[in-house]
């Protein structure tokens, strides 16, 4: 898989990957959509048996960039999707992810099989590392677009 320059690659010990978890912040959003399409196929070939996506906007106005279209995703495949769209300024810190109670329940705990995949202000990804590093994700299981 290929969004834009950069390479997703799995680098973590536990295979196949069958649980994604996204994380995007603001318009991180768009090779996240990219990503949902690629491995949630119509065809039964792919591992994966779950998507999470986890975005995060400071405002609500901010969810108009793809939000319909995420929408769309969601419904075709509502039985391997969760989508979680939360509002909070993760620009106010370290503590901003661990202190959002809505974060903490979206995403999910780490099983083997598990790829986390980030997306958005590296500022914010590099927390979002630290975040789910906490949350028990091995850091080869962490991937950042």
Known sequence: MKPGNNRLEYRGQYLPVTDMVYVACGTGIVP???QVRM???SS???SVESVTV???NESTRDFDITA???EKEYHKYSTKLAVSCIVDDLTRGES???DNSEIYEAVPDFIPGTMAVLSGPVAIMKQ???YLEGRGYPLDCICIL
Do not use: G, I
């Open 68 to 70: 319909e279209q995420l």
């Open 54 to 56: 986890v975005w995060v």
């Open 96 to 98: 901003a992810l661990k």
């Open 39 to 41: 491995v949630l196929p």
């Open 32 to 34: 996240v959509m990219d």
């Open 128 to 130: 979002a590392v630290a």
């Open 44 to 46: 039964s070939s792919s």
